[in-house]
């Protein structure tokens, strides 16, 4: 059964506190999901059908097609004669590190941003679900924010977008949570407390400065980031960085709780092993949080106890840490039983059952591929999308098998999964296909 409240009182309290100019928006797209992708924030639209389009941020590959960063939109309709077939490609030019981004609250635009280069292409995606536009490229990122660089992950807020750098302008990685309007404006900039800088958390001397993800739980006013680590390592081959000693401390062990309405950090917890995906539990009564450690290959569960206190604690491993699979994405059913990790190196995607959030049970386990990335999960349970592509310096060799550069779909049914489509990404000239995020006419009519 899914956790799904009244829409319009759910949305006004996940308002509540907000600042007034704010209220508006929060109400737009306030419908019930049937469908749509889960781990995405609570005051975007949400999908009432099943996903029509999925629209992947995809990493140029020098040679490669045009060469340049891209948003690639497939069919996902079934029935569909183009059902999954590329049917529209749109260049930024040149090649940016493409990685992450999200979409408004209203849904009608999808920020995508580079890591190295710092900009940010902002696309519509409603006047034509099927042929999204590039309207709008921020490029002052770094300038805007006090010298925030590699914009990371956008989520949606009440007629603004949150963005998580992963670095600063120098490259070590100290960095900052940026908020911009829905229009492209700055707005304000909130640094990552530090042992030296703690801004008033507690457990300051965990604090390292890092960041990566930043997730929201409204109703307990709580913001959740997590850390990685700086453009100097990021940017370089990962073969040299796990042999350069001073390198591998220069990632984030970190996962910091926040004030929301005050942007305001409360508590510092050490997780040590890189933290990289935040994913809330979406049930009314389910105050906790996942994440899994990179480089540990652990579970990690924040919560808060019978104490209104928030803790976090390991809860399981992913496949055998020794062998480093290098877990990566990770996706929470929104009826919260089931948490999806996939790791990197090994290729696996491994879905446990997590009905009870501290004792995480493996359920099945499969290879996608050589390597392997993101996952996104509809809100039904029904269709896993599957990419491949990390860095483009840390990625497998795309010469050989293990480098293969894909999007692939799956029917899931509790036990299995089953093929629904695949697109080969290098065979098309497309590239190193990274972020999705789902589209549907529905939204706009």
């Known amino acids: 059964m899914l956790h799904c409240p009244d829409p319009v009182a759910w ?55 045009d060469g340049s960063d891209k948003l690639v939109t497939v069919d996902a309709r079934s029935g569909s004669p183009t059902f999954g077939r590329v049917i529209d490609v749109d260049s930024v030019g040149g090649r940016h590190e493409a990685h992450h981004g999200g979409l408004t609250d209203d849904r009608r635009h999808y920020w ?45 807020l009440p007629g603004r977008m949150l963005i998580s ?58 913001m959740l980031t997590s850390s990685f680590t700086g453009w100097n390592n990021y940017m370089r081959p990962l073969g040299e960085v796990v042999n350069d000693p001073e390198a591998m401390k220069a990632f984030g062990g970190s996962m910091v709780l926040w004030d929301f309405h005050a942007r305001q950090p409360r508590q510092v917890f050490s997780v040590p092993g890189v933290p990289l995906e935040v994913r809330w539990a979406w049930g009314e009564d389910h105050n906790y949080a996942f994440t899994t450690t990179a480089l540990t290959s652990e579970i990690w569960l ?51 059952d997590v009905t009870d959030p501290f004792q995480p049970k493996l359920i099945h386990e499969e290879k996608i591929g050589g390597q392997v990335n993101m996952v996104s999960q509809s809100w039904d349970g029904k269709r896993l999308y599957y990419t491949s592509s990390l860095l483009a310096n840390w990625d497998k060799d795309i010469t050989t098998p293990d480098g293969e550069q894909f999007l692939r779909a799956y029917a899931w049914d509790g036990k299995a999964l089953t093929p629904r489509f695949e697109i080969d990404f290098l065979a098309e000239g497309l590239g190193r296909p990274h972020l999705m995020r789902f589209g549907s006419t529905a939204l706009y009519r």
């Not at 292409?121 to 002052?140: C, E, G, M, R």
């Not at 900052?176 to 008033?200: C, F, K, Q």
């Not at 001397?205 to 993800?213: I, N, R």
Request: aromatic letters at 8%; glycine letters at 12%.
């Open 302 to 352: 924040v919560h808060e106890d019978g104490n209104q206190e928030w803790r976090a604690e390991k809860v399981g491993t992913v496949g055998d840490p020794a062998q480093l699979p290098l877990p990566v994405d990770i996706s929470l059913s929104a009826d919260d039983s089931t948490l999806i990790v996939d790791s990197f190196m090994d290729g696996m995607t491994r879905i446990y």
């Open 112 to 156: 995508v941003q580079g890591l190295d280069s710092s900009m940010i292409f902002v696309f519509d995606i409603a006047s034509d679900p099927a042929n999204p536009k590039l309207v709008k490229t921020i490029d002052d990122f770094v300038e805007a924010s006090g010298g925030v660089a590699g914009p990371h992950g956008a989520y949606a």
């Open 165 to 222: 750098g992963l670095s600063n302008k120098d490259g070590t990685g100290r960095t900052a949570l940026v908020e911009y309007s829905n229009e492209g404006d700055h707005i304000a900039t909130h640094w990552m407390p530090t042992a030296e800088e703690p801004r008033g958390a507690a457990g300051a001397e965990h604090a390292d400065g890092y960041g990566y993800d930043a997730r929201v739980l409204p109703r307990r006013n709580v």
């Open 11 to 65: 949305r006004l309290r996940l308002a509540a506190g907000l600042p007034a100019a704010a209220l508006a928006s929060a109400l737009i797209g306030a419908a019930p999901a049937a469908a749509d992708e889960t781990c995405q924030s609570p005051y975007m639209a949400k999908i009432t059908g099943e996903e029509e389009y999925v629209y992947i941020w995809t990493l140029g590959v020098e040679g490669l097609g």
